[in-house]
């Protein structure tokens, strides 16, 4: 079969409306994490509508939409939960009713990320009008959490619904680039003990603040001698909160925690993170305990799958076929060549790719840059853009890579 990429784009042009509605649909109901059970069924009813062969939602919640029964299984996912909207005065309109142009759409979940899943549901709906069904199986996901937990989602789907696509794209905003992976990420915990004392007479305790203010010192100190990636980049640190415990205002801290996001380029792992803290001058005399967080949050089924909050760093080979199926899918579509990058923040690449070993490549309308942003918004251009390479993308990996 040749793909025809005019009717393609022409299809995925004329669809600009619809994908628009379905897109301000999603915004129009609130999804935070954990709550996503109605923009959930939202999803369900436009797969139904459009063609979809089956459509499924699993234990934990996540949408799984099926086109096709081929050989070859092929996964697009978009997680459909949002960050909370912020400070309400910061936006120009409601986060939720949202606005719309001819060229933008704004609203909470514009870019990140439920752009991503308008455009798969109607790159589903094309590949059923031209027939570009081929010998595979797609599988276009709407999961959820992953702003609590990014790749949670993931490691349910693949662990425990047993389902290992041969690769995934991922359809977080990329401006319409390639992207082939991302920096890991990890939740720390540091803390020190003291002994509580009237603080009128502090020297009788033992202050667990002043404890951590060295170690403080320290962390800002490692965070500059950090392992650089050429192609990820450099690990980062920062403390992000700061909590202490007391019997009162007037009485020393017996307690001292803070919180650390750990930015983790390529070969930090965890264990390596931790140690880094560990060996701190400052964490060793005072015997500070170094943890990594876990998440057991239930998901809106009620389901709770706990995890630890470690999100490795991954890459894709330039020369993978995903990743070339995706690069030939551009020119052709396009006319030329694709801007081949990485992500900035995180994505449920760290369990697809990082934790499970399954190829990952992204491929999103939106820009990192609106991600929790107020005003947030995507471009109608890259919905188009993206549900007419989405259409393609199954068909030349199997026609290219595949029989080739």
Sequence with gaps: MNIDFKSDLKRADEYKPA?????????????????????IQRIKDEMETVGFDRVDIDPMGNILGYIGNGHHLI???????????????????????????????????????????????YAGKIIKVLHLEDDYTLLITGTIQEEDCDGLCWQYIINENKIRPEFVVSTEPTS??????????????????????????????????????????????????????????????????????????????????????????????????????????????????????????PSYTGLVYPTESYFPAWTLEEDHPACQTLVAGYKHLFGEDPIVDKWTFSTNGVAITGMSGIPCIGFGPGHEDQAHAPNEKTWKSELVQSAAMYAVIPTLYVQQFVRD
Excluded at 19 to 36: N, T, V
Excluded at 195 to 217: Q, V, Y
Aim: glycine letters at 8%.
């Design 19 to 39: 994908i628009s509605k379905f897109l301000r649909d999603m915004i129009a109901i609130p999804s935070e994490s954990r709550q996503e059970a109605k923009v």
């Design 75 to 121: 996964a697009m996912d978009a997680h459909v939960d949002t960050v909370g909207v912020g400070d309400p005065d910061q936006w120009e309109y409601d986060p939720y009713k949202g606005y719309e142009d001819d060229e933008i759409i704004v609203g909470r979940g514009a870019s990140d990320q439920e752009g991503g899943m308008a455009a798969m549901v």
């Design 176 to 297: 319409c680039r390639i992207y082939r992976g991302q920096r890991g990420r990890m939740e720390i915990k540091v803390a020190t003990s003291g002994i509580s004392c009237h603080g009128s007479a502090p020297e009788r305790g033992d202050n667990a603040i002043f404890k951590m203010a060295p170690i403080l010192n320290e962390l800002q100190v490692l965070h500059t001698r950090l392992k650089e990636d050429d192609f990820l980049g450099k690990g980062s640190l920062t403390v992000s909160e700061i909590f202490s415990s007391s019997p009162s205002r007037c009485a020393v801290a017996d307690g001292c925690w803070v919180s650390i996001d750990r930015r983790l380029t390529a070969g930090e792992t965890g264990a390596y993170a931790l140690q880094q803290i560990r060996d701190l001058p400052a964490a060793r005399e005072v015997e500070a305990r170094v943890a990594m967080y876990s998440y057991e949050q």
